[in-house]
C-alpha cells in the first residue's frame, strides 16, 4: 500500500474544512492524474474558491466510475490528542481528519490511477471528485450538469463512503427547511392583543411532531433502517429582541429524511399542512435537498460490487451520500468504501485500519481487472 499511503500523507495535510478552499487539494490531484495521462476537467464553483473536477482514462466506452468527495467537517470544538492535519500512526490504525470520511478512499482511488497508466485498458476508469458535501451535497449538487455529458453511462458507480466494505444499497433523501412564523409586535403588557410570532412557531413545531408521529406510526417502512421510516427533525428555533416585547417574527430552521416510498413531493405537501393548521402565517424556504437511493438487490451493480469488494454484506446507510445524483442520472450506483461511519466519523481522533486500506486496494485492483483487456 506504499503509494496510498504515501497519497493519503499529502490528502491529510489539506485541511479542506467547508469553510476552507480546497483548490491546493485539487491542484495537487489534477497535476498528479495528468501526470499519469488522465483527462482532467476542473469545475469550480462560483466562487472560485472551491473545485471539484472529472477524469478519465482509456478508451471510449461505458467503465467504471469512482466518487468521491474532498471536504472534511471542523476540527473545532473536538478534543484531538494529535495533529488532525497531519498523518500519524500508531499500530495498525492511521489517525487524521478525513482518514475515514473520506479521504482514505480517494488515496486509494488515486493509487489506482497510478497502476491504470500501465494496463491496457479495453474501458474507461472515471473518477469525480466534489466539494461541499458535508454541508448537504452542495458541491455536487452545482457540479452534476457538467459532470453528467462527462461521464457519460458507466455501468457502475461506486461512491466510496465508510461501509466497512459492505455494499450500501440505500440511504434517505434529505431536505433542509427554513419556516419564517409572522406575528404583530407590542408591548408586552397587552400581549393578547397582538399575534406572537413565536407562539405561531411552537404551534407550527407541535404540528410537525404530530407529522412524525404519524410517519412513525402509519408511514412507509424499510426495516433496513435502524429508524425505519421517514422522519422529521426540528433544529433550531429563534425569534424576539426583548422580554417586553410580543415578537413579530420567528423562524425555525428543519428538516425531513424520507424513504424512497415518502417522495419529496408528498412530504412537502404534509408539511404545508401543518403550516396551513396553525393560526398565523407560515412562510416555508427550503435550502437544500438531495436525492435518496434505493437499489434492488437483485440489481446487476449489487452483484458485481459484492464481487470486487469481496463482500457479501448488503446494507443501507442512515447517512446521506452523493448517490442518488449519480442514480438519477440512470448509472447503476452503490456506496462502498473503508471505514466505519459509526465508529470513526465526525469524531476527535478519527482513524482508520490499515487492514480497510487494504481491503479497498484490493478492491480497486479487481475493478482494474475487469475494466482491463
Not at 201 to 218: E, K, W, Y
Not at 254 to 269: G, I
Request: charged share 20%.
Amino acid at each position: 500500500m506504499t503509494q496510498t499511503l504515501e497519497v493519503l500523507e499529502r490528502l491529510i495535510g489539506f485541511p479542506t474544512t467547508p469553510q476552507a478552499s480546497n483548490l491546493a487539494l485539487i491542484d495537487y490531484v489534477e497535476a498528479y492524474l495528468r501526470e499519469r495521462r488522465f483527462t482532467v476537467t476542473r469545475l469550480p464553483d462560483e466562487t472560485g474558491e472551491k473545485a471539484g473536477l472529472v477524469a478519465t482514462l482509456g478508451p471510449a466506452g461505458a467503465g467504471v466510475l469512482l466518487s468521491a468527495h474532498t471536504d472534511v467537517v471542523p476540527v473545532e470544538g473536538q478534543e484531538w490528542t494529535r495533529a488532525p492535519f497531519a498523518l500519524s500512526r500508531e499500530q495498525d490504525r492511521l489517525y487524521g481528519r478525513g482518514t475515514t470520511d473520506m479521504k482514505g478512499y480517494v488515496a486509494s482511488v488515486l493509487a489506482l490511477a497510478d497502476r491504470a497508466t500501465t494496463a491496457m485498458l479495453k474501458e474507461p476508469l472515471k473518477i469525480v471528485l466534489s466539494f461541499d458535501e458535508e454541508i448537504g451535497c452542495v458541491g455536487i449538487r452545482q457540479m452534476i450538469g457538467d459532470v453528467a455529458p462527462l461521464i457519460g453511462q458507466p455501468r457502475a458507480c461506486f461512491v466510496g463512503e465508510p461501509t466497512g466494505m459492505d455494499v450500501a444499497i440505500g440511504h434517505k433523501g434529505k431536505a433542509a427547511l427554513r419556516a419564517v412564523c409572522h406575528g404583530q409586535a407590542g408591548h408586552s403588557a397587552l400581549a393578547p392583543q397582538f399575534t406572537n410570532a413565536l407562539h405561531v412557531a411552537t404551534d407550527f413545531i407541535s404540528a410537525l411532531r404530530g407529522l412524525q408521529d404519524d410517519l412513525a406510526q402509519n408511514g412507509a417502512r424499510d426495516d433496513a433502517y435502524a429508524i425505519p421510516y421517514s422522519t422529521v427533525h426540528v433544529g433550531k428555533l429563534s425569534g424576539g429582541t426583548a422580554l417586553n416585547i410580543v415578537p413579530d417574527r420567528a423562524e425555525v430552521l428543519f428538516e425531513y429524511r424520507h424513504l424512497a416510498a415518502d417522495s419529496p413531493e408528498k412530504m412537502r405537501v404534509r408539511i404545508d399542512a401543518c403550516a396551513e393548521a396553525v393560526l398565523g402565517q407560515v412562510e416555508i424556504e427550503e435550502l437544500n435537498a438531495y436525492p435518496g437511493l434505493d437499489v434492488l438487490e437483485t440489481h446487476e451493480v449489487v452483484g458485481f460490487a459484492k464481487r470486487m469488494a469481496r463482500s457479501n454484506g448488503i446494507t443501507k446507510v442512515p447517512f446521506g451520500t452523493e448517490a442518488g445524483f449519480f442514480d438519477a442520472l440512470g448509472i447503476p450506483t452503490v456506496v462502498c468504501g473503508p471505514g466505519s461511519m459509526e465508529g470513526q466519523g465526525h469524531k476527535p481522533d478519527e482513524y482508520i485500519e490499515l487492514s480497510q486500506l487494504a481491503a479497498c486496494d484490493a478492491m480497486m485492483d479487481r475493478i482494474l481487472q475487469d475494466i482491463s483487456q
